[in-house]
């Protein structure tokens, strides 16, 4: 600042002292614990003894294979089995982005009380995370909960004998039903208000236009509305990959315990386990450090490749 004068030295005061509590904030509590958390990365520590240096031994175990009985496996398959069942709960995605947009395009109508369909489908969203869990626990219940009541009473009205589902206790039913749950939150949420937020910025003259060319519903969608919001779709489409990647902890924990047989277990909930349960806090900081190479990697490309998708109306 000493090349600045007068009223432009406090002005430059000012503005240092306004950003320096977020900067400060920042700094405690992200870059230092980041920063930490890379160290750890490099130790071998249950926090009850002094840390061990191991340099890359984590990362090896980590990510690394040997040979047994003829055949070569990984020296960690629960790590690998976590990566995996994190990226089937992936599989959603596409569908959740598609019908938020389906339903930010039924909100965005002119419609008489659209203000309390629009609060009554976000409030998912806001609402607390342990109770929706609860509340899902409770309709996917084997012996009381609603959707095995509800099919047991349409068997009984079809004369069609419906056993129950054991929604969160089988292997092959688990996932699934964490996916449904997530549908639903995500239904309603950030998703639809970008998305409406992208709808109502779209020039009202290009419809007309199109109107005019004699262009139907769905030429209309796909030549202005589909390619005005296509910056939306990116950017929700990016922000819900690195979500996939960090998320699962919460349904894990309350409605599932990670069971059955690991099927829930997500890669954030194993980090969870490590650091938590198991006190392998170096390990735990190896496996987060791995999530965040894959899901900057991930990003990278998305916005290096992605961003050629992007496009602008016909009209």
Same mark, same amino acid.
């Given at each position: ?10 002005? =430059? ?274 496996? =987060? ?27």
């Amino acid at each position: 600042m000493r090349g600045l004068k007068g009223g432009r030295r406090e002005e =430059a005061i000012a503005g240092y002292l306004f950003i320096m509590p977020n900067f400060l904030g920042f700094m405690i509590f992200t870059l230092v614990p980041v920063a930490f958390s890379l160290i750890l990365s490099f130790v071998s520590w249950d926090m009850l003894s002094s840390p061990k240096f191991v340099g890359l031994v984590n990362f090896q175990n980590l990510l690394g294979f040997h040979r047994e009985a003829g055949k070569i496996v990984f020296n960690d398959p629960l790590f690998w089995q976590c990566f995996g069942n994190t990226l089937f709960l992936m599989i959603i995605i596409p569908i959740e982005i598609m019908a938020s947009l389906l339903l930010a395009l039924a909100m965005n109508q002119k419609v008489k009380f659209m203000n309390i369909f629009r609060t009554a489908f976000f409030l998912p969203t806001i609402t607390n995370g342990v109770a929706i869990c609860l509340l899902w626990a409770w309709i996917y219940n084997y012996d009381f909960g609603l959707l095995n009541s509800m099919l047991t009473k349409a068997g009984a009205f079809l004369s069609v004998p419906i056993k129950r589902v054991p929604w969160l206790t089988s292997v092959a039913w688990a996932k699934p039903s964490l996916m449904m749950m997530g549908l639903w939150i995500m239904l309603g949420g950030y998703n639809m208000i970008l998305f409406m937020a992208a709808l109502q910025g779209v020039p009202r003259e290009l419809y007309e236009a199109a109107e005019i060319d004699g262009a139907g519903p769905w030429h209309r969608f796909w030549n202005i509305t589909w390619p005005m919001i296509s910056p939306t779709t990116f950017f929700v489409a990016v922000m819900a990959v690195i979500g996939g990647f960090q998320g699962g902890f919460m349904q894990a924990y309350i409605m599932t315990g990670g069971g059955p047989g690991r099927s829930t277990t997500t890669l954030e909930y194993l980090i969870y386990n490590h650091l938590y349960s198991w006190q392998h806090v170096g390990y735990a900081a190896s496996i =987060a450090w791995f999530v965040f190479i894959v899901v900057f990697v991930i990003t990278v490309i998305n916005w290096r490749f992605g961003g050629k998708l992007v496009q602008y109306s016909h009209y």
